[in-house]
């Protein structure tokens, strides 16, 4: 179809544009591969296969934003089969008769069939493309979606601040359409013996245009032409996404959700020294640095960030679109030196970075399987290492952690206290042989609000003939959430404290009522020796019953109840069921809250966050997820006592605190699961014989 | 700048505090460092920042456990760590003092810091002592410690929310009651990575004190009577203080 003069323009324009496109490609890997080592992955080949079909059908979306997701595979499967469409298009341009217009009837050895069949599909694909397309361009730039607005108070590269972002989108909104608008036309040029039923969409336009020489030149280049300019530009802007998302996916975080990567990689190549955590973006490792190219910005982790919600200047979005234009104006631009930019200062704000509660929702979401939580974790390590000026509240509980094993400023020896106060005994399991040990956590052992439940829970445990035992003043925090403040230091003293009591107790398997216990002693004791089978009490207390050892004595039917997953036991660790089968079985009448199970919302207090000092104005994620069960409530509306039930002895404090400064305690009451059991089984506190004084 | 800072081991209140014959239970409690000496050594570290010199910290070892302290502070910024192997868990503040004194008075420092008072010494005796026994000025209560051309500016907290500036040539003692900036966090990595290659120099103890107070008997308070908490629903509980505040005649 191109005369000679077309062709050669043509092969010089492919060549520049491959040269550009290698270019890009290779300033990116180059960027990537500055990065630290990463854990390593088992099976690459399968992962990245397993990731592809993911993303054939689309599935890790479809998590979040459903009606958006459903257009955005209009986009996805009209920009695969315009893989195709400009390949032939190029054909057709260079191969003298190759054209594929009314089934391809001039060419030899091509089935008529398929060619229709392909026909039809670019066609139709070309009009799903100009929907989808058009849907964003009006979502982004007249709708004005404050979904892919940020916070004023959230760290903005200065390029994003003045609208990079949106200028990337409208460049390759405006080429999308241009694109398929000027391929149809090229078809529908091309149709010079009238429609071909097998494209409904150019015979249209042929039926208003009709066929022409001249038309389907001109269309061919717009089309063609355009192509050749957008690819080198697509490795240069947000659009990257479109090659690395799969890959991204493929590569993901392999170990569980609940294990963090080690502060310094497993691997340090000879002669250099790596402090642990990261200051600069090259201290990430290179996984996490490749997010950011595969980051689209939809900032599907800032809808879900607890953090973000309570106003604070947190968007892991943000974090990923900052690391991604430092990148680029440190490597493609002309400030190399950028790459040493503190990424408190570049990429995320220190307010920002002690915000987080690592509830996973952010990576949980993220569809090409980023990891910002865990960026943040790495910038809190190196902060913590250099000296920072830590939160009052947060340096108090670690200097704590560090002289008493526990953040409550308690001594060690009263960390049993509870236990010595109970009408029967309770064995010591470092110093007679056990069968469940319970790690009872620092929240359950000494806040007045939870020991209550704690006691319960070993009445139970007692009355149902479990063989249990605690470590008493040998016990020390589990470390969960020193870790992910950043302290790994004290972790790692933490994990020997307790690996040496656990040597010094005989069990089989461990109990824990505290998720964020349960979480790092299932997933990360393992790698300092600790190789435990851990239980969260919710499966323990549904197997008794499994076993007969509990028997409902009375069904709870007059309560309504809502349950809140943890996230340390649910988005983390999978814990979804034994909860609500324990619900069930004691037979209220049970609501499920629309965030529920892996897309719990945060209760706020994890991450440190429930030692800061000082509190943020703005409803806090606990006060808005009553009010959630109170809205799921009224959906359904009895006059039965309304239950909010925890799992988790800080879920108690956080929304036994949010009940009353939402002022609803005549609506919702919050109790933990043991007490529905104690009451369904029939199992009471003592009666006390005479009144308790303490001293004034 | 030669900067010393004394420092106190002290049984801990976080636990409850067990008492034996005149004296607390010393085997059944945990020792701690006491907290006003966090804000002196912060004050000297700070200190030795502004002016360039060195930080040596030094404590009587009543229970063969300060190396831990001692670790902690070098890992706050401390450069040299010195302890007087007393293994006395019942040394009195005059006694330590007296130890303290005669081995700061070989360091021949510009300044040494105290913490203003302990749980245990709660009349503040250490620093002063130790003045006394060097034969150097002492102010206590101190809120910020500056130095140049060997003067220290001092503020000095009062109470009712006065406050004094001094000028004080160099020798002296200062009785640390907060530092200038909260204390810094000691990373446990860097404490632990210290604790395995510095050095703590040992001293033995130089002899009694001349003087001193001695227990005659330790006994928890007795309770004279106790609160009483108000229960109901929040407007119950307020009806309730309206009543009590007009029974006292306060409303």
Known sequence: MLTSIEKIIFILLALTSAGFTIHGFKTIIDSVRKGRSAPELKNVPGSLIKAGITVLFQRTILKARKILSVIHMGLFFGLITYAFVNLFDALEGLVPGFTLTYGGAHLAYVPTGLVNAFNLISDLMSGALLIAITVFLVRRFFVKDKALTFRDNVLLNDKVKAGAQSRDSLIVDVFVIMHVSAHLMAQAFRLDQGADPFMPIASFLNSIFGASQIGLHVAWWISIGWVMFIIPYLSRSKHTHFFIAPVNLGLAKQNPRGQLDPAIPLKVPNGNHYDPGAKIITDLSWKRILDSYACVQCNRCQDVCPANFYGRPLSPSALEVNKRYLLKEATFGSHPDRLLLPLTEAVISPEAVWSCTTCYACVRVCPVGNEPMADIVDIRRRMIVDGAELDSGVQNALQSLATNGNWMSKGKRLRGRWAKEMEFSIKNATEEPVEHLWFVGDTASFDERVVPNTKMVARIFNHAGLDFGIMYQNESNAGNDVRRVGEEGLFEQLVEQNMQAFGKAQFQRIVTTDPHSFNTLKNEYPQFGGKFEVKHYTVTLLKLFEEGKLTIKKELSHYKVTFHDPCYLGRYNGGFTAPRKLLELVGVEFDEMPRNCENSFCCGAGGGQIWMGKVAPGERPAENRIKEALTTFEKNPSDKKQLFIVTCPKDMIMYSDAVKTTSNESKIEVRDIIQLIAEAVGVEEPVLTQAVTSPA | ?251
């Open chain 2, 1 to 251: 700048m030669d900067i010393v800072v004394a420092i106190k081991h002290i049984p801990s209140i976080a636990d409850d505090l067990p008492v034996k014959g005149n004296n607390v239970d010393f085997d059944s409690v945990d020792f701690v460092l006491n907290e006003f000496d966090e804000q002196s050594i912060e004050q000297a570290v700070l200190v030795k920042e502004a002016v360039d010199g060195t930080v040596t910290v030094i404590g009587v070892d009543l229970i063969g456990e300060l190396d831990n302290i001692l670790h902690l502070a070098l890992a706050k910024g401390a450069d040299k760590a010195i302890k007087i192997t007393a293994d006395d868990p019942a040394a009195s503040s005059h006694q330590q003092a007296k130890w303290l004194s005669d081995a700061i008075k070989s360091l021949s420092p510009d300044i040494v810091f105290a913490g203003v008072q302990a749980s245990n010494d709660l009349d503040g005796q250490i620093g002063p002592m130790i003045a006394a026994y060097l034969d150097m000025p002492y102010i206590g209560g101190v809120s910020s410690v500056e130095i140049s051309d060997h003067t220290a500016t001092i503020n000095k907290e009062f109470s009712g929310g006065f406050g004094a500036k001094y000028a004080v040539s160099l020798p002296m003692v200062v009785g640390v009651q907060a530092a200038s900036k909260p204390p810094r966090y000691a990373p446990i990595s860097k404490v632990r990575q210290i604790a395995q290659t510095a050095t703590i120099e040992k001293i033995a103890p130089s002899g009694d004190a001349s003087a001193g107070l001695a227990f005659k008997k330790m006994a928890a308070p007795v309770a004279t009577g106790h609160a009483e908490m108000l229960t109901g629903s929040s407007k119950e509980v307020a009806a309730k203080i309206v009543e009590l505040l007009k029974s006292k005649g306060l409303a």
